[in-house]
């Protein structure tokens, strides 16, 4: 009997010293979310809902953007560059390129990793759209191109889009930010059967000089209090020049920022914004 009392009594000690632990560490992370709001000159008692968009995957570290929104139930759209799931073309193109056969293994290995990302966004509730399939400046390409383009990408990404009418975000925004000069772009996305999403604003991640400290953070938050709005905005989680490759500053720093983004912001759906 002694020797089960001890085994109790060690027991709790564990448990006390545990949740001490977890009590602590959650101590340690809270946000001081007054100080967020002056230093952003947020509105003190205003939360601004927010959507957030991922463009120029899939790519590897998406998982880890995921593992994020499911830890804090935030809902996101990914808008996926087809050309980077588009595995029979990778597997063509490379046997074209006539490398070494561990090499093209590796890509369509690659590449069937990717698929498997844009099922599990698909799975865990997310939008997903099409982000075009080769990441064109579009009102530079010819007419018949830039269709040819929009459907083959409409074709890629059927078994992994959200929405009965497909979602579309056009690179570089080229083609709605221009949309009075060249109205044509956005028709043509409307024929295939389109609709697109823009954003209203964004967090600049791209840009290597926002790539340190919390700048990103800032980005945003600065706006959404600036603007006394929220809206969707613009993240990456992919680089559009590589096929693997997700965004690291972003997909690795993402949890750092929510915490503070939580003081500012209430994350929506995208139905929140777009019926
Ligand atoms: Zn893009």
Known sequence: MVGVTDLMKQQLITALFTLGLVIWTGAAQAVDC??????????????????????????????????????????ATFFAIARKVDCPEIAKRCQAEQHDSNVCIQRMTECKQRRKIL???????????SHSYAHLHYSQVDAAARRADFKRSRQVLSPYFTTKIPLFRLPYGDGWFNRAERPEILKDLQALGFRHIAWAFSAFDWNKDNQRGDKILANVLSEVCKRKQGGIVLFHDGVEEQLHEG?????THLQDWVPSMRCVVDFKPLSFFEH
Do not use: N, W
């Open 119 to 129: 099922r599990q966004i698909k799975q865990a509730g997310h939008m997903i759209g």
């Open 247 to 251: 965004r690291l500053f972003t997909t």
């Open 34 to 75: 007054a100080a967020v709001r002056e230093r952003f000159q947020c509105d003190a008692s205003t939360k601004y809902p927010l959507h957030l968009s991922f463009d120029d995957g899939p790519a590897q570290q998406t998982t880890d953007v995921l593992k994020v929104l499911k830890k804090e139930k935030i809902p």
